[in-house]
Nanobody, 115 residues
Framework: QVQLVESGGGLVQPGGSLRLSCAASGSIFSIKAMGWYRQAPGKQRELVAAYGDTTNYADSVKGRFTISRDNAKVYLQMNRLKPEDTAVYYC?????????????WGQGIQVTVSS
């Protein structure tokens, strides 16, 4: 099992910045990838950024967000934030054991971009 705890969310004005952090614990040595998803009310959860063999980003955040990792932690630096970035952000970790993929999720953290 993997436990994920997010921090760093909050309220910020358009054009501002936030840095999200996620700390993993448990069976961390089998984690193959980590990433960030977000979900706004009435919308599907969507991938924001992923860190595996390579990094990738949603088109809507390219050039503004940066994902990074440091051992069992993953970060999301969010710059030039827009109101449409408002959502609950979830940390994600992927384990593949015996050919079976398992996804683990943090509890979610609110990011609100508003004047």
């Amino acid at each position: 099992q993997v436990q994920l705890v997010e921090s760093g969310g909050g309220l910020v004005q358009p054009g501002g910045s936030l840095r999200l952090s996620c700390a993993a614990s448990g069976s961390i040595f089998s984690i193959k990838a980590m990433g960030w998803y977000r979900q706004a009310p009435g919308k599907q959860r969507e991938l924001v950024a992923a860190y595996g063999d390579t990094t990738n980003y949603a088109d809507s955040v390219k050039g503004r967000f940066t994902i990074s990792r440091d051992n069992a932690k993953v970060y999301l630096q969010m710059n030039r934030l827009k109101p449409e970035d408002t959502a609950v952000y979830y940390c994600n970790a992927v384990r593949i054991v015996g050919g079976v993929r398992n996804d683990y999720w943090g509890q979610g953290i609110q990011v609100t971009v508003s004047s």
